[in-house]
């Protein structure tokens, strides 16, 4: 695959050429009927954050769909391919993947009138690393120099780091910055258009535990956000805004729904401009479309993945052959055939197949479904005693293909399975993080930048933040080490994929599907685009 011409430079060529070419959507049609206008408002189903909008601490969908609106990066992901082209940088140069020069554009400002400037991020960076700043996506940046001595000594953080700053990180001038890893990093240019990597106003640094910032982050993106409630978030353009993305519309309104049903209703009704949730029952037969059209829907792939995670602190569920059993028995063609209709692939593996690199039959065996060789495997590891619950959260639309597996269980195992309802993403997410449940719960990943490496490290290496399942294996953590620092795409991709492998052996979570984007829209709505994220370009949706 060939990286796009603004990144053409140097080593980097080299290095972006990891980057996925997801685009094309299951079905032709993106809502286009002309070109786009300017002006007007859209409303949007939106979920509740899990935590304050800090690109430094927001690891799920709800938060970081809104944190994309209204910051900019380094780099953007193209919405039609995912390929990396520039943002807020003019060029980041390489010789050997280890040192990186970051050049900036002239004259881009916050959103409150701010300059961006290099040490808008370097000191960003070094406040989401530092450890007890707590920052959620902090250990994206443990590939710079100096990032073990801002972690602390202990778990508690009793101790304080070594230092406060990481030493790979260098500001040149103004509008320069430098970074140095420990170990070459063949596809780090590929990685800073993740919202971890986002400047930070100096505004920011006055009070970083401001709840206030949280709640209405300032930014240097197309939005800017002027109401945040339990209800919606509200986003209007950004004056200040001259970078090569604008919006057409002038507001957008996420309306936080607990109930992906209801949501749907409402654009049928044209009172809601957008979904990206599709309601299971309304998936069987393609009702959807035939309430709304042709016009009004699209299916996109998506580097979306659905996963099952065996809860760390269920004592059972340690058996790994347990937990292959489990996996075994679940027939993934017929539920994404049945409750989801074809919008899901059977999973085969833990890595996306719109990205380079995915290795087809990665799971093996464990993923392959056989109900008499699940039963006896399931028997000779002792079965499971009492309830098995699958947690998933009220607000997903996930009741159905839950529903769906348990029943699975029940028949091909002999299990007790429950489905187990919380009312929200959030109240899910407390409850992961707070070791409250057992059995399994639903997990997803969508990707943050197209590299088969962002499903890996960020979910399975040791006390990474999204690692729910606790998985720790000292040869994985090594061989995507090893990996990070080979000199070519080709070399690179195949020691990821050796890791990769080693997840079929310790089954922290088993792999469900991954996932096309089916979408739908109002009448009111044109220009409507799909990112290989599974996101909508709000770059690109105007009202007609």
Known sequence: MRAPRT??????????????CGGGSTESGSGSDGAAKSGGEITIRGCTPENPLLGSNTTEVCGGNVIDAVTSKLVRYNSETAEPEMDLAES???????????????????????PVTAKSFVDAWNFAAYAPNGQQNGYFFEPVQGFADVQCADEECKTKPKAQTMSGLKVVDDSTFTITTSEPVSNLPVRLGYSAFVPQPEAFFKDPKSTEFGKMPIGAGPFKITSNTATEIVMEKNAEYTGKFPAHVDKVTYRIYNDAAAAFTEVVADQLDFTDIIPADQLVGDQWKSQLGEDRTTVRESGVHQTLTFTPNDEQLKNVELRKAISKAIDRATITDKVFNGTRTPADGWVSPVVDGYKAGACGDACTFDKDAAKKAYDAAG??????????NGDGGHKMWADAVCNQLKTNLGMNCQVNITPDFKTLRTQIKAGELKG??????????????????????????SNDAKYDNPAFDKKLVEAAAAKTPEEANKLYQEAEAMLADGMPVTPLWSAATPVAWSSKVTNVKVTPFGTLDLSAISVK
């Open 383 to 392: 079965g499971y005693k009492g309830v098995f619950q699958i947690s998933v």
């Open 92 to 114: 980041i140069e390489t010789s050997d993947n280890k040192v990186f020069t970051v050049k900036l554009q002239k004259d881009r400002k916050f959103s409150d009138g701010t």
């Open 7 to 20: 990144l053409a430079v140097a080593m980097v060529t080299v290095a972006l050429a990891t980057s996925a």
């Open 440 to 465: 399994a719960h639903r997990s997803g990943w969508q990707m943050d930048y197209p590299s088969i490496e962002n499903f890996l490290t960020p979910l399975y290496t040791k006390n990474a933040a």
